[in-house]
């Protein structure tokens, strides 16, 4: 495997990328976009990019995208940031579901 | 800008060209020879930009003449006109005894209706020579160096036209070899117009620097065109690659918004904003490979911010107003102008890279998979990166082509030049 962040910070951004293409609205795209920002800039945009398929759907995307925010807890993020990440992505899908 | 402190000069001149039966427009006899010299002063500074204008046109100026000799090591046989012209502009500069105005001369209103026109030809000249300065970093086409030396011709001829016309004012002193000035003026003219100039550097030149609104927030979308403004002005030092993404975010969603808005007002818009949301939809999904460490830009990043947030209130059924449209394009350009410029610029000095791309994890192969170490990678050959390609593409060619042909001043100026006096003292004929 991958040592260290990288690949968890890669397939979080490949997943909020992923998300704010496939958005309903362009506000809710806004929202996505600025959690990816948020990431770039918690980890100093210290990370590499990721391989493009990430999931087929929306869900499978949050899911994924969540799974490597909390994977990053301890590692680049503080629990901190990674809590305001997850409350940035869970208002992000409220727009885009609502 | 070139075009419009070049349309002041011309339309100064213009003016100034009509003044006919200019002997009686002297004051009394004992102020005209004080007179004559600030007039002759005046005549120094248009001069000064005449000369300085050809400065910049000369190296791109190649004469349209079909050459005699077409071996490139040996002389064409054929001089350029333009450099005739320049030549001829020194000589007369270098046998005059007058020295340009001085500030104070330029800036304090004379009372004498005749010198005041004068003052302010020479107030434009004197202004117009400021856009050189900013027009000699860019590179300057062949067309458009034409353009520059028409102008210039345009100008010379007029200066030859009222020196001829000031002829018997006592005191005055004619220009140092002015037929042949006006020869060369004339060669010139002919000569690039053998072709069509090229007058896009119009839009070249000094610009006013864009000051941040500050004071109350309008409510509605003057709110927002308030931000909006405020990210052009925010954009003026380089901004980091995280915040220019920002920055991207808000216009792809501010063209998003004002499509619906301006369907109501100006359908004809519509496409505009449609494809503008796209283009940054697009771009905004390329700059998500781009990093870097260098730069400023808080200012636009926390405008953009504010463009969003304000946005968020408008519903569809707000009314946009024309005029509120209208300025919301025109700061569009303006932002698509300078985002193209800061994405080139960005990979041309180096400030941004391109995120490495992890490798595809591939359990079947067998292979060991090394630890990344490098995050980024810099950029060799920018032109090749579809970021660049997109804003050069759909951001700088899209916008509006400056008008080619010649402009209402330039017209005016070529028929005053030909316009003869009714009255017995002016001459007959065209003396050059």
Same mark, same amino acid.
């Not at chain 1, 759907?57 to 590692?75: F, H, K, M, N, P």
């Not at chain 2, 017995?424 to 065209?430: H, M």
């Given at each position: 495997m991958h040592e260290g962040p990288a690949p968890a910070t890669a397939a979080a951004r490949a997943a909020l990328g992923y998300l704010a293409d496939q958005a309903a609205n362009v506000h809710a795209a806004s929202d996505y976009e600025r959690v990816l920002l948020t990431l770039d800039m918690y980890s100093a945009d210290a990370a590499p990019s990721a391989f493009e398929d990430v999931g087929a759907?929306?869900?499978?995307?949050?899911?994924?995208?969540?799974?490597?925010?909390?994977?990053?807890?301890?590692?680049q993020l503080t629990s901190l940031q990674v809590e305001i990440l997850l409350a940035m992505l869970d208002d992000a899908l409220t727009g885009d579901l609502g | 800008m070139y075009g419009e402190s070049g349309t002041a000069l011309r339309q100064e001149m213009t003016d100034l060209l009509r003044m006919h039966r200019v002997q009686r427009r002297f004051g009394a006899a004992d102020e005209v020879a004080h007179q004559v010299l600030l007039i002759r002063q005046y005549r120094e500074n248009v001069l000064a930009w005449c000369a300085n204008a050809l400065q910049l046109a000369i190296p791109m100026s190649f004469t349209n003449l079909p050459p005699r000799n077409p071996n490139p090591f040996e002389p064409s046989g054929n001089l350029s006109a333009a450099r005739d012209l320049a030549r001829e502009l020194a000589r007369a500069r270098r046998s005059s005894t007058a020295t340009p105005a001085a500030l104070k001369q330029l800036t304090n209103r004379h009372e004498n209706t005749l010198v005041e026109k004068w003052r302010q030809v020479a107030r434009a000249a004197a202004l117009a020579e400021g856009d050189l300065d900013q027009m000699g970093r860019q590179s300057v086409t062949t067309a458009q160096a034409a353009g520059v030396v028409s102008d210039v011709a345009a100008i010379t001829q007029a200066l030859v036209v009222l020196d001829r016309r000031y002829h018997r004012v006592p005191g005055w002193t004619d220009l140092e070899h002015g037929a042949s000035l006006g020869w060369a003026a004339l060669a010139a003219a002919l000569d690039v117009n053998l072709t069509v100039p090229d007058h896009s550097l119009d839009t070249a030149g000094w610009q006013p620097r864009v000051r941040p609104m500050r004071g109350r927030v309008p409510a509605g979308l003057l709110g927002v065109l308030q931000a909006e403004h405020n990210v052009l002005a925010g954009l003026d030092p380089f901004p980091h690659a995280l915040r220019l993404r920002l920055?991207?975010?808000?216009?792809? /969603?501010?063209?998003?918004?004002?499509? &619906?808005?301006?369907?109501?007002?100006?359908?004809?818009? /519509?496409?505009?904003?449609? %494809? !503008?949301?796209?283009?940054?939809?697009?771009?905004?999904?390329? @700059? !998500?490979?781009?990093?870097?460490?260098?730069?400023?830009? %808080?200012?636009?990043?926390? %405008?953009a911010a504010n463009v969003v947030a304000r946005l968020k209130p408008i519903d569809g059924s707000t009314v946009i107003e024309p005029r509120t449209l209208a300025a919301f394009r025109m700061l569009a350009q303006r932002i698509d102008d300078r985002i193209a410029a800061v994405i080139e610029e960005g990979f041309r000095r180096g400030d941004f890279v391109v995120r490495v791309r992890l490798p595809r994890l591939d359990s079947?192969?067998?292979?060991? /998979?090394? &630890?990344?170490?490098?995050?980024?990678?810099?950029?060799?050959?920018?032109?090749? @990166?579809? @970021?660049?390609?997109?804003?050069?593409? !759909?951001? !700088?060619?899209?916008?509006?082509?400056?008008?080619?042909?010649?402009?209402?001043?330039?017209? %005016? @100026?070529?028929?005053?030049?030909?316009?003869?006096?009714?009255?017995?003292?002016?001459?007959?004929?065209?003396?050059?």
């Open positions: 759907d929306q869900r499978t995307a949050v899911l994924a995208a969540r799974r490597s925010l909390l994977a990053l807890e301890g590692e | 920055v991207v975010d808000s216009q792809r /969603v501010l063209s998003a918004r004002l499509s &619906p808005l301006a369907r109501r007002t100006d359908p004809a818009q /519509v496409p505009f904003w449609d %494809e !503008r949301a796209g283009t940054y939809a697009q771009i905004q999904r390329q @700059l !998500r490979d781009i990093g870097g460490i260098r730069g400023g830009g %808080e200012r636009a990043a926390a %405008e079947t192969s067998g292979n060991l /998979v090394h &630890p990344v170490r490098a995050r980024y990678r810099p950029v060799l050959d920018a032109d090749a @990166l579809p @970021l660049v390609q997109t804003a050069r593409q !759909r951001l !700088r060619d899209r916008r509006s082509v400056s008008p080619s042909g010649p402009d209402a001043s330039r017209v %005016e @100026l070529h028929a005053a030049l030909a316009h003869r006096s009714r009255d017995a003292g002016s001459p007959r004929t065209l003396h050059l």
